[in-house]
C-alpha cells in the first residue's frame, strides 16, 4: 500500500504483479527480495526490496514527496526513518501480540506491555504534532509513512486516544492519491489470488 500511494501521489504509472504465498519462497523471487517477502519493486534493471527503500526512491525520482529545500528535505527522511524505526515497532508487535501469542498464558501481560509502549510513542508524536497539519510544514514522504503506520492501529482504538493523530491520519486518508491507492490495493483483495 505504500509504494502504490507514494507512486500514486508523484503521479507515476505502474503494473502490479502479484506474488503467491508459495511463489514468494521460491528462487525467482528470492533473487529480488531475499527474505522472501513483499513488496519488490523493479524499474529499469533495478529491484529493491523493504517499502520504505521504494519509497524513498520513488520520492528521491519524483516531484511531490520530498521538499526542495535541503534541510526540509532531509527532515522528511528522518521522518521516514522514524516511523520504521521508532514509531511503528511496537505497532507491529501488537499484531505479534494479538495473534501470533494470544494463546500463551503471558499473553495478556505482553500485550498491556506492547500497548504502554505504543502509547509512549504515540504520547511523544502527538505533543510534536500539536495542531499542525503535517510533521514539517507541507505534506511528504514522512507524512505518507507515518500515516500508514498509525493507520494499523485504527481496530484497537489506541489511536483515538489522541485526537490530534486521528486527525492526522484522517487527513492521510483523505488524500486524493490515498483514495486511489486504497481502491487499487482493496481490489487485489477481492479478485481471484495469484495460482501457486
Known sequence: MRVRWALEEA????????????AMKEAAHRALNPFGQIPTYEEDGLALFESGAIVLHIAQRHAGLLPDEPNARARAVMWMFATLNTVEPPILDLQTAKFAEGDKPWAAERLALVKDRIRQRLGELSIYLGDAGW????????????????????PSGLLDEYP?????????????????????????????????
Not at 510544514?137 to 514522512?142: D, I, K, L, P, V
Open 11 to 22: 503521479g507515476q504509472p505502474y503494473d502490479v504483479r502479484l506474488v503467491s504465498f508459495k
Open 135 to 154: 510533521l514539517d510544514g507541507a505534506f511528504s514522504a514522512g507524512d505518507l509513512m507515518m500515516v500508514h503506520a498509525l493507520l494499523r492501529l485504527r
Open 164 to 196: 490530534n493523530l486521528a486527525a492526522y491520519a484522517a487527513r492521510g486518508e483523505a488524500r486524493p492519491a490515498y483514495q486511489r491507492a486504497f481502491a487499487a490495493q482493496l481490489a487485489v483483495f477481492t479478485s481471484k489470488p495469484p495460482a501457486d
